[in-house]
């Protein structure tokens, strides 16, 4: 699996991250961070957590965690975690992607 095949996962964002979004300038910084997720910038998280991020992306197996600070209308730090699971090499069946607050987790 590669960061490439995440943008295939659709994509769902909670209450609180779809109210936070009606402000334009809110929703492009999302965007700008989904983006950073998809290509392996994973924002602020311990670098053990960006290693099993990398070791189930290498496996095909698991899920992807990312952190960012807020910016615009949101009300602080907000995660996007991908859930995938790939049974064969090019056969992904893909969950989703979500982008919420923590309490929202």
């Known amino acids: 699996m590669t960061l490439e095949d995440l943008k295939k996962i659709p994509t769902l964002q909670t209450r609180g991250i779809a109210e936070a979004a ?3 300038k809110t929703a492009l910084y999302i965007v700008e961070c989904l983006n950073r ?7 602020d998280i311990p670098p053990e957590d960006t290693a099993a ?3 189930d992306l290498q496996a095909g197996n698991g899920h992807i965690l990312a952190a960012y600070p807020a910016a615009g209308k949101l009300e602080g730090r ?3 975690e991908a859930h995938f699971y790939a049974p064969m090499l090019n056969n992904i069946d893909y969950t989703n992607t979500v ?3 923590p309490h929202e987790r």
């Open 22 to 24: 009606k402000d334009p």
């Open 37 to 43: 997720f998809w290509a392996g910038d994973y924002g």
């Open 53 to 55: 991020n990398n070791e």
């Open 78 to 80: 907000f995660y996007i």
């Open 99 to 101: 982008i919420m607050y």
